[in-house]
């Protein structure tokens, strides 16, 4: 964290410095696992659902914290020592802090100039979307990290602990943070858009995913336009035209619009989108000169529509919506396209197991492994990817597990995407756990099929079967949430071993 008093900080997060020095300064790490806590790190003592953070105070302080945020006095092991700060709600202090780092390094790089002598401010993006999160932020982490200091989350740090802790990192030297914004609830993201106050939000699509929690696809919009409707005028919302739901959007929020999809509506459009297995393509064009929404566009302009040739090695059609976000955020920033592709190119993967080609297995086998999580909709774009990948003599294999998080909606979820697996010919169908047993059911029920569906009980049977069953030639594509554990089947069966 950046440099602070005690009395800043107390003052930052409305607390009462019980414990320390008003004028000590705190640049340690912040953190919430007492695990974590090195020599002067912050810790906050949050109260979990599964336990209380105030137990582990005295382990943070132990491991050198040099400030404990707390939300009631916790004395600490005889002979150690730390400063102490008392709040009312430890999660709302955490905010704050974020929220208090985020501007004072906006305000202090407000008159930063780059090499060139362009101006080189901190700017911030906030990312959400029912799908694709992760990936676009790994994208544009990869892109901006070549143009200056660019701090993102680690994984799918994207709530209200995980998206303040990484906010925390930022100095100021940043020049780009990058957040993941994740909600499960009205109010989450609208929170996160106080912490950071983006000056892009990204919205990539509307979908199912969580929806159990949610209660339903329409509760999912509201609470993802909360990334939109408190942006300030000044600020530019890029949204997805191609889905209806984030397209709508347009018309709840201050901020300039910029569309961008395969839609003729878009100011940076998509078009040609291949996928193989060697990756996807696709085209993708800006508009002549900055977009008037790019007000904050400083690199240089095209006075032509700029296009350029996208080459993902990531599989999957739907990988070309997350890169073009993640390019357009970069254009909107001052990063030619062509360097953005030329970035993109680099990456062999989005994450781990999101659409990971493995081929260590048994000789000319190829499996997909995308059990990190599952939605209808990354169920259903990961069967495409699949149908569409597998060569004509090779035997197309899913793997499925139980799309979680989907309440009242999963037995009908379940069933379209075995229904799906019918329609796309899928060869060979392999549904694990019961939780996922309506797509055997409903493919099995289809009379037009070709392919064949088995069900199995649990993980362990499920890999003792597949290794009997997989054969050269075949494309097994493994998808799940992650309770469902299935990501570790893909994995041997991709031969990873780490
Ligand atoms: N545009 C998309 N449409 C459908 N599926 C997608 C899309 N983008 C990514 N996916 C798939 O969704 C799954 C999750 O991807 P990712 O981790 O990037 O999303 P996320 O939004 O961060 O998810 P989470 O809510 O778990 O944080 C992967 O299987 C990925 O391939
Ligand atoms: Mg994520």
Known sequence: MI?????????????????????????????????????????????????????????????????????????????????????????????????????????????????????????????????????????????????????????????????????????????????????????????????????????????????GEFGGIEATQRAKSEMVTDLPATATALLNVDDDRVASMRAITDARVVGFGTSAGADYRIAGIETDRSGTRFTLTAPPVPHEAAADHEGGTSPVPETVDVRLAILGEHHAMNASAALTVAHLWGVPLAAGAEALASMTRAERWRMELLQGGPEGVTVINDAYNASPDSMAAALRTLAQIVRPGERSVAVLGEMAELGEFSTEEHDTIGRLVVRLNIGQLVVVGPGAAPIHQAATLEGSWDGESVYIEDVDAAVHALQEMVRPGDVVLVKSSKSAELRFLGDRLGGVTE
């Open 3 to 211: 440099a602070l008093t005690l009395a800043e900080i107390a003052a930052a997060i409305g607390g009462e410095l019980v414990d320390g020095a008003p004028e000590q300064v705190v640049d340690g790490s912040v953190e919430t696992d007492s695990r974590l806590v090195a020599a002067g790190s912050v810790f906050f003592a949050l109260l979990g659902e599964e336990t209380d953070g105030h137990r582990f105070v005295p382990n943070a302080v132990q491991a050198g914290a040099a400030l404990v945020v707390t939300e009631r006095a916790v004395a600490l092991p005889d002979g150690t020592a730390a400063a102490q700060v008392v709040v009312s709600d430890g999660y709302a202090a955490l905010a704050a802090l974020a929220h208090e780092v985020v501007a004072r390094v906006r305000a202090s790089s407000a008159d930063r100039t780059d090499e060139q002598g362009r101006p080189a401010p901190l700017r911030v993006v906030g990312i959400t979307g029912s799908n694709g999160k992760t990936s676009t932020k790994n994208m544009l982490r990869t892109i901006l990290e070549q143009h200056g200091a660019t701090v993102a989350p680690q994984g799918s740090f994207n709530n209200h602990v995980g998206a303040p802790v990484s906010m925390l990192r930022v100095t100021h030297d940043t020049r780009f943070l990058v957040v993941e914004m994740g909600a499960s609830g009205t109010g989450h993201i609208a929170k996160l858009v106080w912490i950071a106050e983006p000056d892009v939000g990204v919205v990539l699509k509307v979908g199912l995913a969580h929806a």
